[in-house]
């Protein structure tokens, strides 16, 4: 290779986002949906005497299309972490959405609910454990999202399966934890790509082995080798 084409290769910019930062999106479709169902398994103010219907509307069209789309513009932006995070996520929801709405519909056996939503959300949960350990290398936020889910995620399998009123009400409070978490990462990456200067901190990569964004969800591309 030529010395000129070594020196173009390497003065080759990191390529610029094609489409605005989905990730305050998802983050945010993630957090009012999961808020809701959460403060249902947990029966806040004795939300659980009362049908879970809202949730279908919510999990359908805000938790899964809207986070569905953030991770097809994820991928569009070359944002490999965000696109599967965000486009799974909203599989979840969609699916989840789903299925509460055959229940509703009496489209499923009683006795295999509890069983099933176990089966799902341990499903979810194994993936949550690699996404987890892979945001370290994100920052703090980001990885407090996916510690307080996987959380989330555990208590609720164990009580669908043990069918412990107990533990899924603990595992309520834990996603209303989650979706808090989710929220203020959501408003910090929308106030801090407003201005020069971060305004919400959101921390810093635990896993410093290669360099990383500042974005709350949103690592640095690599530049293209041509």
């Given amino acids: 290779m030529a010395i000129n084409d070594t020196q173009r290769i390497m003065a080759t910019p990191a390529p610029t986002p094609v489409v605005a930062d989905p990730g305050p999106l998802g983050l945010a479709a993630f957090a009012l949906t999961t808020f809701v169902l959460s403060a249902h398994n947990a029966g806040l103010f004795g939300f659980d005497k009362h049908a879970n219907t809202i949730v279908i509307g919510l999990a359908i069209f805000y938790g899964g299309l809207a986070q569905f789309m953030a991770g097809m513009w994820a991928f569009r932006n070359r944002n490999v972490f965000s696109a599967t995070a965000f486009s799974t996520y909203g599989g979840f929801w969609l699916s989840l959405g789903t299925y509460l709405a055959l229940a509703a519909f009496g489209k499923v056996v009683a006795t295999d ?114």
């Fill in 113 to 226: 609910i509890t069983v099933s939503l176990g089966w799902f959300l341990l499903g979810f949960a194994i993936f949550n454990t690699y996404m987890m350990l892979w945001a370290l290398r994100i920052n703090g936020a980001v990885f407090g999202v996916f510690l307080t889910l996987e959380i989330t995620e555990i208590l609720l399998f164990w009580g669908f399966f043990s069918g412990n009123v107990d533990i899924i009400h603990l595992g309520g409070y834990m996603g209303v934890i989650t979706a808090i978490v989710a929220w203020y990462t959501s408003a910090a990456d929308v106030i801090n790509s407003m201005g020069t200067r971060p305004f919400l901190p959101v921390g810093t990569p635990l896993w410093r082995e290669s360099a990383v964004g500042s974005s709350a969800v949103r690592p640095e591309p690599a530049p293209v080798r041509r």
